[in-house]
């Protein structure tokens, strides 16, 4: 029987994590779980999902044990919570026996307030037996949607979960996810066995991420041009498809002088660990990755996620945009797009693994991804909508900001499906969108002449739009199903409901991709909410010196910067300029145990700006 709290979660909150107020459902989780209720939490990234389970941890009587399948970032949660003077501990694969055999010792004596774990090794007999002679303030089921067998990032030892009900009916559980669809989190819940739990479904809203969708041309140019003039010695993730393409835009980027390292599946663990670990600890680094990194990132200072490949989903889009901007400070979400991209997902779909019924998913959620790309309403609208949650315009996206125009281009796409059409028909061919552009324009080349298109009724009608104008036709009626590539060729045929458009029932409206002005750049200091734009001179420098100041702890310690102080705190800092230990302590994310740590250093720097 747990016996009753002798802390308040709101005297936690300030004396430990050095905030004065719970945010948005935060209060109501924590309250849930310390009554010893289950909760599922639907919360984004930057949400504060940690402190949903690390606070009534702390409060109720035993350990907290944390499931979590970041094995390779554990070391790091940990020092940050002893950094606040949490007692905390990891069991894992990275440990020799002894060490093993010391944190179960602490365990079993209470001496630990969390511990984490992989699902893998919680599974094991062992581990359950251990537990079960421990007192356990709480189960925590981190990254909940990995019970999922939709999900990408799927773990078949959650699955296992489930058997926390049976073995432990009396300890309470909490399950969270920063993403999590209606089938998802209805799916999770079944698995986890949670019917009963009570749920709380946050906003999805990310208010301080600006989304930004470009059309594709040179995507490695229109990248270091974003990363040149906005971002420069920023923290930032850069997703590729590939692990080649990965490897060569990791390189372009150094050679640009832009600090960069490349993460894949292809590369040694030992590697991979390095490069996280760096990108970690280290201020001004870009990851250049696929989507095997980033699930779970506890790094709160990214300021962009970039996109040069189509995300597969809106689910996986949210949830790799998300890791910018865990601070509540400004940052952008950004990517280019154009029409390889629609017909290299379509046809990785078609060739996939996976029965009629999983491609027919995958398809619709690539649908929803090239609806959100192709949008002329703000994109936030549309992102949220996904997830079931209505809202109104943000002003802080490209299309709120700028927004798209459209134009009637009904008879433009009558002429592309007629030209298919007479491909198939007359000639029994089909081909991609280069050569149906040809037919179109009237492009006299090899190809043409050696198929006799010229003879073809269609040949040129399309001569009064450039390459690109088609290009860009062609991209947004494959996203709107009028048309569908097949094949490794990326060949165009007919989709369905074209009837009404070719007998002039139904009229389209594209919009019109922007053409980006030479030597037009957006300076990232005129960002909604930034900081960075408030300072002057001598708060710039103050600033600075405290970045110096934390990297030298950081590199002392051997654990991130952002364990000393995330940026947001350095900003209050130097806003607040406290002379006194009692004004320090004031300042949001400054708790008692780095107060008495840290305090006396900061002052003396601020003291030598004064």
């Not at 004396?15 to 779980?33: I, K, N, P, S, T």
């Amino acid at each position: 029987m747990t016996s009753a709290p002798t802390t308040s979660p709101l005297d936690v909150l300030r004396d430990v994590f050095g905030y004065e107020e719970f945010r948005g459902q935060q209060a109501a989780v924590v309250d849930h779980l310390v009554g010893g209720g289950d909760a599922v939490v639907l919360m984004p990234t930057g949400g504060g999902k940690s402190l949903c389970y690390q606070i009534p941890s702390l409060v109720r009587s035993g350990t907290g044990i944390v499931i979590s399948p970041l094995i390779a970032l554990m070391a790091d949660q940990v020092a940050a919570l002893e950094n606040l003077g949490v007692r905390a501990a990891y069991l894992n694969s990275t440990l020799d026996p002894y060490q093993a055999q010391d944190v179960e010792s602490r365990l079993l004596a209470g001496e630990l307030d969390l511990l984490y774990l992989a699902p893998e090794r919680l599974v094991l007999p062992r581990t359950m037996a251990l537990l079960e002679r421990a007192e356990v303030a709480l189960f925590a089921i981190d990254e909940a949607h990995c019970v999922s067998q939709w999900g990408h990032d799927f773990r078949s030892d959650y699955l296992g979960l489930g058997v926390l009900a049976e073995r432990f009916p009396s300890v309470p559980r909490i399950a969270l996810t920063a993403t999590a669809t209606p089938a998802t989190h209805a799916e999770l819940t079944s698995r986890l066995h949670l019917e009963d739990a009570e749920h709380f479904v946050a906003s999805f809203d990310r208010p301080n991420i600006t989304y930004r969708i470009e059309p594709k041309s040179s995507a490695r140019s229109q990248l270091i041009s974003f990363i040149t003039t906005e971002h420069l010695g920023d923290s930032g993730i850069v997703y590729c498809l590939s692990r080649r393409g990965v490897d060569q835009l990791a390189e372009a980027l150094v050679a640009r002088g832009i600090p960069a390292l490349p993460y894949h599946a292809g590369l040694p663990a030992e590697v991979r660990a390095d490069h996280q670990a760096r990108f970690l600890r280290e201020d001004g680094l870009v990851m250049v990755a696929t989507i095997a990194f980033g699930m779970g990132i506890d790094k709160p200072d990214v300021r962009f996620v970039a996109h040069l490949d189509l995300p597969r989903s809106v689910e996986g889009y949210y949830q790799e945009t998300g890791r910018a901007g865990r601070d509540g400070l400004p940052a952008d979400a950004w990517m280019v797009y154009g029409l390889g991209d629609v017909v290299s997902q379509r046809r990785l779909i078609e060739s996939g693994e996976g029965d009629e019924v999983f491609k027919r998913r995958a398809m619709s959620h690539l649908d929803s991804m090239l609806a959100l790309c192709e949008t002329v309403d703000c994109r936030r609208v549309q992102l949220l909508r996904y997830f079931d949650e209505e809202s109104g315009p943000c002003g802080n996206c490209d299309t709120c900001a700028t927004p798209p125009a459209t134009w009637d281009a009904t008879i433009a796409v009558q002429k592309l499906l007629s030209a298919v059409i007479r491909l198939d028909r007359e000639r029994g061919q089909r081909f991609g969108a280069g050569q149906i552009i040809d037919v179109l324009r009237g492009t006299d080349n090899e190809r043409s002449r050696a198929s006799a298109h010229q003879s073809l009724s269609v040949w040129g009608i399309g001569a009064d739009l450039s390459e690109s104008q088609w290009k860009t036709v062609i991209r947004q009626v494959l996203a709107r199903g009028l048309l569908a590539s097949h094949g490794d060729y990326g060949v165009l045929v007919l989709g369905e409901d074209t009837g009404p458009v070719l007998r002039g029932e139904a009229e389209v409206f594209l919009r019109v991709d922007p053409v980006k002005r030479a030597g037009a750049k957006k300076a990232s200091s005129s960002r909604r909410g930034d900081p960075a734009a408030t300072l002057d001179a001598a708060d710039s420098a103050l600033f600075e010196s405290l970045r110096a100041w934390r990297a030298e702890q950081a590199k002392e310690q051997g654990v991130p910067a952002y364990v000393i102080f995330p940026d947001a705190t350095l900003y209050g800092i130097v806003e607040a300029r406290p002379s006194t230990i009692a004004e320090l302590g004031g300042v949001s994310g400054v708790g008692l145990k780095k107060l008495d740590r840290y305090g006396p250093a900061v002052l003396e720097l601020i003291g030598a700006r004064r």
